[in-house]
């Protein structure tokens, strides 16, 4: 059958390839769509380490953490809160913390530390005191930190502290502030004081926010005469 259309084999041509133009026009569109996302995560994320740098350098604090705070604080994930939409990926790292915290994954997350304990101290690692900041029970406290701390010393050769501290429960504390008066339940820890005497420490917790926690342990260790390294943290807290 003769062509009869007045452009021929050309406008053949031009419609069946004008699909794949089309095609390659909308793709490049999807991914340039898909990096704006991205982009706009990460700046997101660095909005919130902006905002965190901030309040920590507004507030009036202990001279003492400040010193804490200069030391080595790593932390393996940044941990986003509930009240923040997450990425698939942020609600793994979410799962993977709240695990911990109930006492499971403990091996999985004891050879993640342990790997890079002995990468950031080398050899000098066999001689540095594991110490995690108790949870806020006794109960807790073992099930999330017993099988853990065993297992990262045991990986890394490293001097074990879970036997040396001990978490007896809550004692009524009264608070004041600007006249008003409040009630609250605080943690009571025990110190083997002589264990932690002349002792390099590295401290251990699973989630670091604001780094309070942190220092105000690391400084009880120093009183004991210990020398604290830095801090190692399963999750960063990310604040607006």
């Keep these: 059958m003769p062509n009869l259309h007045p452009a021929g084999s050309i406008y053949h041509f031009f419609r069946f390839a004008i699909h794949p133009i089309r095609f390659l026009r909308n793709s490049n569109v999807l991914n340039q769509s898909r990096e704006k996302n ?44 509930m009240k923040y939409e997450a990425s698939p990926r942020e609600w793994q790292v979410r799962k993977l913390i709240w695990d911990f915290k109930d006492g499971k994954r403990s091996l999985q997350v004891a050879e993640l530390v342990a790997r890079k304990i002995r990468e950031t101290f080398g050899s000098m690692t066999e001689k540095i005191v594991f110490c995690c900041i108790p949870a806020s029970s ?23 502290a879970f036997d040396h501290i001990s978490v007896e429960g809550e004692r009524l504390a009264v608070h004041e502030y600007k006249g008003a008066k409040s009630v609250k339940g605080v ?23 604001r780094g309070f926690s942190y220092a105000r342990f690391a400084c009880a260790l120093e009183a004991f005469g210990a020398s604290v390294l830095g801090g190692f943290f399963l999750g960063r807290t990310l604040l607006k």
Aim: proline fraction near 2%; charged fraction near 25%; glycine fraction near 4%.
């Design 187 to 209: 943690q009571v820890i025990n110190f083997e004081e002589a264990f932690f005497k002349g002792a390099q420490v590295l401290v251990f917790d699973d989630v670091v926010t």
């Design 38 to 81: 991205w982009l706009g995560r990460q700046a997101m994320l660095a909005s919130i380490n902006l905002n965190n740098e901030k309040r920590m350098a507004a507030t009036r604090v202990n001279p003492k953490y400040k010193e804490q705070w200069q030391k080595l604080m790593f932390s393996f994930f940044d941990y986003l809160p």
């Design 138 to 160: 006794s109960e807790k406290n073992v099930r999330r930190y017993k099988e853990f701390s065993d297992e990262v010393c045991r990986l890394a050769g490293m001097v074990n």
